[in-house]
């Protein structure tokens, strides 16, 4: 079956970094376009940034420039890495399948907190 298993949160200091890690099975990955996704409490879950089967990235506002969304198909992971965290960049994070005939599968989350 179809597995998105997130890693990689933790808490971290603002102006930290993080690398997030989401491992896909069950799916031929390469062919996936995947997002990146945060919950904040109290807030809708938001788009943070996908990438598509051929590699090409986009970034919400908030978070260019700070965050690089990045695969490897061999490994079947799909990548976050976050730099220049702010407190406001605290939530839970998921992956999630936006393409495909498993077209929106999600992980488990993982929580990231930025704070001092």
């Known amino acids: 079956q179809v597995q998105l298993v997130e890693s990689g949160g933790g808490l971290v200091q603002p102006g930290g970094s993080l690398r997030l890690s989401c491992a896909a099975s069950?799916?031929?990955?390469?062919?996936?376009?995947m997002g990146w996704y945060r919950q904040a409490p109290g807030k809708q879950r938001e788009l943070v940034a996908s990438?598509?089967?051929?590699?090409?990235?986009d970034y919400s506002d908030s978070v260019k420039g700070r965050f690089t969304i990045s695969r490897d198909n061999a490994k079947n992971t799909v990548y976050l890495q976050m730099i220049g965290l702010k407190p406001e960049d605290t939530a839970v994070y998921y992956c999630?399948?936006?393409?495909?005939?498993?077209?929106?599968?999600w992980g488990q989350g993982t929580q990231v907190t930025v704070s001092s």
């Open positions: 999630k399948t936006d393409t495909g005939p498993f077209f929106g599968y």
């Open positions: 069950g799916i031929n990955f390469s062919f996936y376009a």
């Open positions: 990438i598509t089967s051929s590699g090409t990235t």
